[in-house]
């Protein structure tokens, strides 16, 4: 596992300083940078793949077994939810249902290929067993991290199902083996290796993938810090990635 190497892996905002600078020194360089494929690629494109992309399609559609015909749900429309949208319809799953509190992210997560969308409340549960007629999602793909919704993602599993965990927990989420224990379901944890990083490039510089709508916002270097204020307050300003636009080298994402 590349994000578990006993001399790389995950370093960059980890165990380093990431690399919002006008020149960063990457360790291990020759396994973790890749050539710009062709000039028609937007670099803003480009950024997504630094991150948020292989982690939505590795930890999310990859581990979380998404097939042809199947159902998905995706709790959670940030970004990384977003992205999983797109990279699930690679797969062509006959549904995929999107929960989220924020209607505009609704919204997006339907421009992006959602065939269902379910604002998060008390019924939501339901309104996803409604969908798939009262049997649940073959995948449900966790995209926030926070207890309740992992533990939703376990009322919504069908049997033989698979939970797959993208979301960064910091607390404990209860685990109902009460209920589970005979429904044959999987659950599966992954932290983002990037080993699917050439062939995402590849489905970005053929226009298989477009990300175009995740780029919300663009500022200038200088104007840093207003653009943590407005990615601090995403949902009051409609942020999904907020690009910094260097004047004389590149674009950093946030």
């Given at each position: 596992?590349?994000?578990?190497?006993?001399?790389?892996g995950w370093q960059f905002g980890n165990v380093i300083d990431?690399?919002?600078?006008d020149y960063v020194r990457v360790l291990h360089a020759d396994?973790?940078?890749?050539?710009?494929?062709?000039?028609?690629?937007?670099?803003?494109?480009?950024?997504?793949?630094s991150d948020i992309l292989p982690t939505a399609y590795e930890c999310g559609v990859l581990n979380g077994n998404v097939r042809p015909g199947g159902s998905v749900?995706?709790?959670?429309?940030?970004?990384?939810?977003?992205?999983?949208?797109l990279t699930a319809s690679l797969f062509s799953p006959s549904k995929v249902i999107v929960l989220d509190l924020d209607p505009n992210r609704l919204?997006?997560?339907?421009?992006?290929?959602?065939?269902?969308?379910v604002e998060s409340g008390?019924?939501?549960?339901?309104?996803?067993?409604?969908?798939?007629?009262?049997?649940?999602?073959?995948?449900?793909i966790e995209a926030v991290g926070v207890p309740a919704t992992f533990e939703f993602c376990e009322e919504i599993i069908a049997p033989g199902g698979t939970i797959a965990n993208i979301g960064v927990h910091g607390a404990k989420?209860?685990?109902?083996?009460?209920?589970?224990?005979?429904?044959?379901?999987?659950?599966?944890?992954?932290?983002?290796?990037?080993?699917?990083?050439?062939?995402?490039?590849?489905?970005?510089?053929?226009?298989?993938?477009?990300?175009?709508?995740?780029?919300t916002h663009t500022f200038k270097f200088a104007d840093m810090e207003k653009a943590y204020q407005v990615f601090g307050a995403?949902?009051?300003?409609?942020?999904?990635?907020v690009v910094i636009d260097h004047e004389r080298y590149h674009a950093y994402d946030m």
């Open positions: 596992m590349q994000s578990h190497c006993t001399s790389g990431g690399t919002q600078a396994s973790s940078l890749y050539h710009y494929p062709t000039p028609e690629v937007d670099e803003r494109a480009l950024l997504m793949i749900a995706i709790v959670g429309s940030g970004p990384i939810g977003l992205s999983a949208v919204e997006v997560a339907k421009r992006f290929g959602a065939t269902h969308i008390p019924d939501a549960a339901k309104q996803v067993m409604e969908i798939t007629g009262g049997r649940g999602v073959d995948t449900a989420a209860d685990l109902h083996l009460e209920k589970l224990w005979d429904r044959n379901i999987t659950i599966t944890t992954r932290l983002v290796d990037t080993v699917t990083t050439p062939t995402l490039i590849q489905l970005l510089a053929s226009g298989r993938l477009n990300v175009k709508d995740l780029t995403a949902a009051e300003n409609k942020a999904l990635k």
